[in-house]
């Protein structure tokens, strides 16, 4: 897989973005999970950049983000807070693995972590989860990821796949660019929440979309989104949210 193309000069503010944005739309869980993006080059040839540890995500500006290299060693730290050891070992063992990577996004959100703890995993119900349809991953619960041997065992069972479902844990994303990777998780919580929705309504048989017409669909939207981490291409609808986080919260790009 050839590495994901940074965006020159945007990497921080993205990022911030798209911590605003997961705080806007409830999916954050107090100071915990994580979103991390590859840093500028000028912070280092193999570093990224992830929230400083305490922060809400609501906290995060383009400022704040730390920048630390794939050992571990902080390179940049305006907060002076460190970052949380637990988004280390996750985040650290797919940018090493996965040089497409631009941007991974890790969240606990209820209706995640509910269809995490169910053995079927996501189910070919709808439209949203048809996204993700024989192209999800997962990875079996090992207690809070603070052993960095796990990483080994992450990226193996991620593989090539953009998205994965942490069992009993909640969800993960990669992504070309930050803006694929939100739009990605936006919908994979659609995808959950929408399934709790039809598997918990009284009076009606969840009715799934068969083998061909689901891989059909999900064809469809590889085509439709190929182009998110050209950065030659515009992305409309991450420019949109783009727009969304700058006029409510103008601060994520101090």
């Known amino acids: 897989m050839p590495p994901a193309q940074t965006p020159d000069g945007t990497e921080r503010r993205d990022l911030a973005v798209a911590y605003r944005l997961i705080a806007h739309f409830q ?27 305490g922060l809400r995500f609501d906290e995060v500006t383009a400022d704040n983000l730390v920048s630390v290299d794939l050992e571990g060693q902080i390179l940049r730290d305006s907060y002076g807070a460190g970052i949380n050891a637990a988004g280390f070992t996750i985040h650290s063992a797919i940018h090493a693995a996965r040089p497409d990577a631009a941007c991974v996004v890790h969240t606990h959100t209820v209706a995640g972590v509910a269809i995490s703890s169910m053995e079927e995993g996501v189910l070919p119900l709808n439209q949203w989860s048809l996204q993700f349809y024989d192209r999800l991953a997962y990875h079996d619960y090992e207690g809070i990821a603070l052993n960095l041997d796990e990483r080994e065992r992450l990226v193996a069972d991620l593989g090539n796949a953009k998205a994965m479902i ?7 994303v ?27 309504a009284s009076g009606g048989t969840p009715r799934p979309v068969p083998h061909d017409l689901a891989e059909f669909t999900a064809g469809q939207y590889e085509k439709m989104t190929a182009f998110r981490g050209d950065p030659t291409r515009k992305d409309p609808e991450w420019e949109a949210y783009v727009r969304l986080a700058l006029k409510k919260y103008p601060d994520l790009a101090a």
């Open 166 to 172: 942490l069992r009993n844990h909640g969800l993960l």
């Open 27 to 53: 999916l954050d869980d107090s100071i915990f999970t994580h979103i991390s993006a590859r840093a500028p080059r000028s912070e280092g040839d193999e570093a990224f950049l992830i929230n400083p540890y």
């Open 174 to 200: 990669v992504g070309a660019s930050v803006g694929e990777a939100f739009t990605l998780m936006y919908n994979l919580e659609r995808t959950c929440r929408a399934q709790l929705a039809i598997l918990s």
